[in-house]
């Protein structure tokens, strides 16, 4: 079927669908033809994560057609199946000489005056690399091309390897990738699955480079093969896979840059968030995304903030992705003593299964459980009264715990609550403080399931006075997946400096990457033509790391400017060096993402008893037990103005109001301001 003809099918379907798939929930997001939207959520099925997709589907929609759904969804697939360490049996094809690259890495330690500090465990094994004598120079010039015994040597060895799949990365491919496509083009021939550093980071730095290309080798028939499955079992559906900067791309060939998937889940809320709060007129935003398992935290500061330098475990990938910080501090983070008996929270996680002590299954204490021993969970309200929570069992689990602790039940949930928080406080601000910026110059976004509790409490802390809480904050990932725009990229290393005549040098360079992006671009329902965005790696001469900024008039003054943010002092009469270009395609879907923020929310079921009463709670604080009025959401839009402390119960989402707060509703939206004192 040509593009055409697809375009033509995706305009008929019904339903568009945002999808995240977390290591607790998966939540479901759903615009129909006539713009409403429905939210729902469920426990994930972390053994196969499409049965609960699959799942979730029926029980959002009834009756379906496949061929009426265009989905975009967040996997944690990739992700898992790295620190799992269940990726696929890899092997690594690289220059002779250059085998160890991969476990001699860069000399940064992870910390410096720790003797004892472990490294992570290895991607692949030495036995599974292979040196092949062929040589490309750094201006491109071939100096040496593989024979043919090479090649047949570098395919007998991926057979007696096993091998599912095969990264490739030569020593200067980025300048001429010849030797790699050679490479490349015996191996597919011969029945394995190539992963070329040329085609994922064209790119100078040979760890980055290679640590990026064998992650993607490693997750590459992993992921392929679970978005092959997800599109048999969701037949003539359209399926897009939301990607670490932001967007989405076709699921088809998904597997080819498996890499990019990473932060799939978290950077949907992160664009979720900045269009919302673009909207509302908040430019500065931090947004704060707890979930079941981890929080993700993200700063905006007028625009996306974009690294190069994301590590997994300690391996770099050199691609760019949404500036995302995670902590392993979720609702479902564990509470533990340690070997000196102090109190612990995470980063280990219950997940779905078992899940915490609350859900019946679980036996050890976690962030949810605590937050129901205090009084800050309602147990009748728990995903709209859908599911049962045991607080008898929190009741005994809490008293064994404390007795191990040495402290009452009561000080053992108030230290479960208060160390996490201490830890997403401080990821809040190494996204903040530790980049140049005041987060008290900003607005706090807080939303997942589990945010609500806890976001109030840590702006307070932060000196932040203004928190929005989104109206669909349980689900509000897939709802910014709902709406992504589909986004395609491309980069190419050269070393230029601002002394040469470089603009006609730099045109031909950005033209000659467009042209392959815009042979790749699918086309959309939307039919609008996409639009270029340029950027630049740029450093000092004599300078070892680059800051990315904007290409267009002006671009050396914002470099000086970013500079002196950053690292405190800029240099203006030093010579400029530019390492590399970038350029990123980007394409409207079906639905603009700034829509997102004034659709009809529906429900898709009857949710909890929405009394109009106030009811009244006891909820236990670090100065004691407090009574505070318990308003579900659907009344206290209709009240308006409410004074803390206050505890507003949502479907997917409890928002705890502390004293000293107040809030209002601004398009549907609650807005938190603290009393000025």
Known sequence: MDEGKRATKAQKHTFILGIDTGGTFTDLVCMDSSGNMRRWKLLSTPKDPSLAILRGLQELLGSFRPDELEIVHGTTVGTNAFLERKGAKTCLITTRGFEDVIFIGRQ?????????????????????????????????????????EELEKV????????????????????????????????????????????????????????????????????????????????????????????????????????????????????????????????????????????????????????????KIEGFPVGLPMIDIHTVGAGGGSIAWIDKGGFLRVGPESAGADPGPVCYGKGDRLTVTDANLFLGRLRPEAFLGGRM?????????????????????????????????????????????LERGFDPREFVLVGFGGAAGLHCLELAGELGIDTVLVPDMAGVFSATGMAGADLI????????????????????????????????????????????????????YQGQSFEITVPFGNGWERDFHLIHERLYGYCMPELTIE????????????????????????TEALPSAPNAREEQKAEILFEDGIKQLSVIYKKWAREKGCLSGPALIIDDFTTILIPEGWKTNWISGHLLAKKNES
Not at 407 to 413: H, I, K, L, T, Y
Not at 424 to 429: D, E, S
Not at 527 to 536: A, H
């Open 388 to 432: 049962r929570l045991y607080k008898d069992r929190v009741l005994e689990c809490m008293e064994r715990f404390a007795k191990r602790a040495g402290m009452s039940p009561e000080e053992a949930a108030l230290g479960i609550v208060k160390i996490v928080n201490a830890n997403m406080i401080q990821a809040i601000r190494s996204v903040s």
């Open 155 to 310: 395919v007998d060895f991926c057979r007696r390897n096993g091998a599912e799949s095969v990264a490739i990365c030569l020593l200067h491919a980025y300048a001429n990738p010849e030797n790699e496509n050679k490479l490349s083009a015996i191996l597919e021939k011969n029945g394995f699955r190539p992963y070329p550093s040329s085609e994922i980071l064209p790119e100078f730095r040979e760890f980055e480079r290679t640590s990026t290309t064998v992650i993607n080798a490693y997750l590459g028939p992993v992921v392929g093969d679970y978005v092959n499955h997800l599109q048999e079992a969701l037949p003539g559906s359209r399926i897009y896979i939301q990607q670490s900067n932001g967007g989405c791309r076709p699921a088809t060939g998904i597997g080819r840059y498996a890499v990019t998937t990473l932060l799939s889940g978290p950077a949907g809320g992160v664009a979720a968030s900045f269009h919302l709060g673009r909207s509302l007129g908040f430019d500065n935003i931090i947004t704060f995304d707890m979930g079941g398992t981890s929080t993700d935290v993200s700063l905006c500061a007028q625009d996306f903030s974009y690294t190069r330098e994301y």
């Open 578 to 601: 530019i390492t590399a270009i970038r350029s990123r395609l980007r394409l409207r879907r079906s639905v603009q993402p700034r829509a997102i923020s004034s659709v009809n929310i």
């Open 108 to 148: 940064n330690r992870p910390s410096l005056y720790d003797f004892m500090v472990e490294k992570p465990a290895p991607i692949i094994d030495r036995q599974q690399i292979y040196g092949v004598l062929e040589r490309t120079l750094h201006n491109g010039q071939i100096q040496e091309k593989p024979s043919i």
């Open 488 to 539: 395609l990229e491309a980069s190419s290393s050269l070393f230029l400096t601002t002394g040469e005549d470089i603009r006609d040098v730099l045109e031909r360079y950005f033209f000659e990457i467009e042209s392959k992006l815009r042979v790749s671009a699918p086309v959309t329902p939307t039919g609008q033509g996409p639009t270029i965005e340029r950027f630049m790696d740029a450093r």
